[in-house]
């Protein structure tokens, strides 16, 4: 999940900051177009496109959710132990 948010930075960064570097931001030369990624969902056998067609971008609230699902399994998990 991490990467998947990484990912999305370089894209809000390519969309949004002019070509030079700043401190603590994605250098310049590693930001992606949005019409250089993609990434999707696997749900009941059906990869579903997470990338929003407007912004490019991935979309935050589909991440979220997939994040929440993945804690709620590892406690399940720990729980279980």
């Known amino acids: 999940m991490l990467v998947l948010y990484v990912l999305n930075n370089l894209v809000l960064a390519a ?3 002019p070509e030079e570097n700043f401190d603590n931001l994605p250098d310049a030369s ?3 177009a949005p019409n250089q990624l993609s990434a999707y969902l696997f749900s009941d056998g059906t990869a579903i496109s997470i990338r929003d ?3 490019g971008q991935l979309d935050e609230s589909k991440l979220s ?3 929440g699902n993945l804690e709620m399994q590892y406690n399940q998990i720990q729980a279980s132990g």
């Open 65 to 67: 959710s997939v994040l």
């Open 30 to 32: 590693l930001r992606l």
């Open 15 to 17: 969309q949004n900051l």
């Open 53 to 55: 067609q407007e912004s």
